[in-house]
Each structure stands twice: as structure tokens, then as C-alpha cells.
């Protein structure tokens, strides 16, 4: 059983920094892409930044130059750095991956998502 873990969220003021964690826990022979998403209240999950496993980045417009996503393997976790943040930066942030296992072939899981809240 592979389960994501994020961490990392919580109040800021427009304008801080925040680092979001996502730990994959579980039988896993490799992560193949790893992504952040958010939502906020009232509207559609949407992608922020991606990972694929050559090193490939990709990000929302939104939060181009603002947002770095990383990942340490030898932890099986993807961090989120959020810098200059705005109140629209607000929402729930769910980490999503695609994991081998024992099963072939890679599946996609989800974290249980953490709140982000940026105070204008």
C-alpha cells in the first residue's frame, strides 16, 4: 500500500514563503511523476507544478517565478517551495504521483492535502 503525506501548510501573509512536503511511503520501486495541485474553495483542482523523473518542470502560469518544485529520492519526497505568495495562492494543496510497485506498471495516488491560507 503506497500512501502520499503532505506537510507544510498553514497561515501566511501575502508576500511570505512557504515549503510544502510530500512524503510516498509504502513498496516503491520508483517514481516516475510527481505534481502539485490545488484547489480552493468553490472551484476546480487545478495543476500548480509537475516533476517528471528526467528532471522536466512544469508550472501554472500563475505561479511561474514564484514556485520551485523539487525532489529528493533518496527521501521518495517532493517539496513545493512557494515564495511571494498571494491571497489567490489560497487552497488546499494535494500532491499527486506516479508510483511503480509490485504491480507493472505505475499508478497515480493522491496525499490527503494540506491548507494553504495567505492573509492579504
Known amino acids: 500500500q503506497v500512501q502520499l503525506v503532505e506537510s507544510g501548510g498553514g497561515l501566511v501573509q501575502a508576500g511570505g514563503s512557504l515549503r510544502l512536503s510530500c512524503t510516498a511511503s509504502g513498496i516503491i520501486f520508483s517514481i516516475n511523476h510527481m505534481g502539485w495541485y490545488r484547489q480552493a474553495q468553490g472551484k476546480q483542482r487545478e495543476m500548480v507544478a509537475a516533476l517528471s523523473s528526467d528532471g522536466n518542470t512544469d508550472y501554472a502560469h500563475s505561479v511561474k517565478g514564484r514556485f520551485i518544485i523539487s525532489m529528493d529520492n533518496a527521501k521518495n519526497t517532493s517539496y513545493l517551495q512557494m515564495n511571494s505568495l498571494k491571497s489567490e495562492d489560497t487552497g488546499v494543496y494535494y500532491c499527486?504521483?506516479?508510483?511503480?510497485?509490485?504491480?507493472?506498471?505505475?499508478?497515480?495516488?493522491w496525499g490527503q492535502g494540506t491548507q494553504v491560507t495567505v492573509s492579504s
Open positions: 499527486n504521483a506516479e508510483i511503480e510497485t509490485v504491480v507493472p506498471g505505475g499508478l497515480y495516488y
